[in-house]
């Protein structure tokens, strides 16, 4: 079969697109030495929703009655997919590496099929089951750095919980946004995730500015925040609904494995990271453990 540059567009976007959603990553580590991290959540899905707003205002405007009907779900989506999958992250970038957050994260479809399992009765099979108990030895190795005394002890790294918990958060905006139909198109439903995301936020940004760690609003500030909203936000998100359109949502769900390749380079290069025989071997399972989840699927 001949491939034309038509038929090569989309797999373009499959290897670019997560790029930008691993940048992310850079400004967990980069960016909170210069902004509190729940400041830069919340102006960072601020900002996407102005940008988002000037081009579906009008659409949502028409549309202000269906988008009251649907507050709690869009509530609920904001706060996990805009506020606990970006603040854990960025917490968790104060005391952990971009490779142990990137191989973490890609542990979410796990968290789904869980998730899946116990709130909506999907069964889980002999591969799912080997699957799901190979992601998460994988996962409690790269937790534990490969010494069990760790887990017996019950001895982690802070930041690598929280990316833990980013994981179960990306889960469960995952599953609840594929449940809970939407009479909005794509993007206006998630000009208004954004806006109940930084919503959400408001309270602990007031918490965190007035009692803990106030903002600096400088140059560091505008920086970080632009490009989280930008490169992370906006252009992540859109490569990937039209990846997923032209691909499906299977063959885009490799995004997560190249997630994590592009998260080590990204630490390595720019942090100075290093990779680590208990990182080979953590994602090494994680990634066996989501092809057996995969596999049933097919």
């Given at each position: 079969?001949?491939?034309?540059?038509?038929?090569?567009?989309?797999?373009?976007?499959?290897?670019?697109?997560?790029?930008?959603?691993?940048?992310?990553?850079?400004?967990?580590?980069?960016?909170?030495?210069?902004?509190?991290?729940?400041?830069?959540?919340?102006?960072?899905?601020?900002?996407?929703?102005?940008?988002?707003?000037?081009?579906?205002?009008?659409?949502?405007?028409?549309?202000?009655?269906?988008?009251?009907?649907?507050?709690?779900?869009?509530?609920?989506?904001?706060?996990?997919?805009?506020?606990?999958?970006?603040?854990?992250?960025?917490?968790?970038?104060?005391?952990?590496?971009?490779?142990?957050?990137?191989?973490?994260?890609?542990?979410?479809?796990?968290?789904?099929?869980?998730i899946s399992s116990f709130l909506f009765k999907e069964k889980i099979n002999t591969f799912m089951f080997f699957g799901l108990i190979s992601c998460l030895i994988g996962v409690l190795i790269i937790i534990t750095?490969?010494?069990?005394?760790?887990?017996?002890?019950?001895?982690?790294?802070?930041?690598?919980?929280?990316?833990?918990?980013?994981?179960?958060?990306?889960?469960?905006?995952?599953?609840?946004?594929?449940?809970?139909?939407?009479?909005?198109?794509?993007?206006?439903?998630?000009?208004?995730?954004?806006?109940?995301?930084?919503?959400?936020?408001?309270?602990?940004?007031?918490?965190?500015?007035?009692?803990?760690?106030?903002?600096?609003?400088?140059?560091?500030?505008?920086?970080?925040?632009?490009?989280?909203?930008?490169?992370?936000?906006?252009?992540?998100?859109?490569?990937?609904?039209?990846?997923?359109?032209?691909?499906?949502?299977?063959?885009?769900?490799?995004?997560?494995?190249?997630?994590?390749?592009?998260?080590?380079?990204?630490?390595?290069?720019?942090?100075?990271?290093?990779?680590?025989?208990?990182?080979?071997?953590?994602?090494?399972?994680?990634?066996?453990?989501?092809?057996?989840?995969?596999?049933?699927?097919?």
């Amino acid at each position: 079969m001949k491939y034309s540059n038509k038929n090569l567009y989309p797999f373009f976007l499959l290897l670019i697109q997560p790029i930008f959603m691993a940048s992310n990553l850079v400004v967990a580590r980069g960016g909170i030495e210069f902004v509190p991290p729940i400041s830069l959540s919340f102006w960072r899905w601020s900002l996407v929703f102005l940008i988002l707003l000037l081009f579906n205002f009008f659409y949502l405007k028409k549309n202000y009655l269906n988008i009251k009907k649907e507050f709690k779900e869009l509530l609920f989506l904001g706060s996990m997919g805009c506020g606990v999958c970006s603040i854990f992250p960025y917490i968790a970038g104060e005391t952990t590496t971009i490779v142990n957050m990137g191989i973490i994260y890609t542990s979410s479809p796990i968290f789904i099929i869980l998730i899946s399992s116990f709130l909506f009765k999907e069964k889980i099979n002999t591969f799912m089951f080997f699957g799901l108990i190979s992601c998460l030895i994988g996962v409690l190795i790269i937790i534990t750095r490969g010494n069990l005394v760790y887990l017996i002890n019950l001895k982690f790294t802070s930041g690598d919980l929280w990316m833990l918990g980013a994981a179960i958060g990306w889960a469960l905006y995952s599953v609840f946004l594929f449940r809970w139909k939407s009479s909005l198109n794509v993007f206006p439903r998630f000009t208004m995730i954004s806006f109940f995301g930084a919503l959400s936020m408001l309270p602990f940004y007031l918490i965190e500015q007035n009692l803990f760690q106030s903002t600096n609003f400088d140059y560091n500030f505008y920086a970080w925040v632009i490009f989280a909203a930008i490169s992370p936000g906006i252009i992540a998100f859109s490569l990937y609904t039209i990846t997923q359109k032209h691909l499906g949502a299977s063959t885009t769900g490799f995004t997560l494995y190249l997630f994590t390749v592009y998260g080590a380079f990204y630490g390595i290069i720019l942090f100075a990271e290093s990779l680590e025989y208990y990182h080979f071997i953590g994602a090494l399972l994680v990634f066996l453990g989501i092809y057996f989840v995969k596999k049933k699927t097919r």
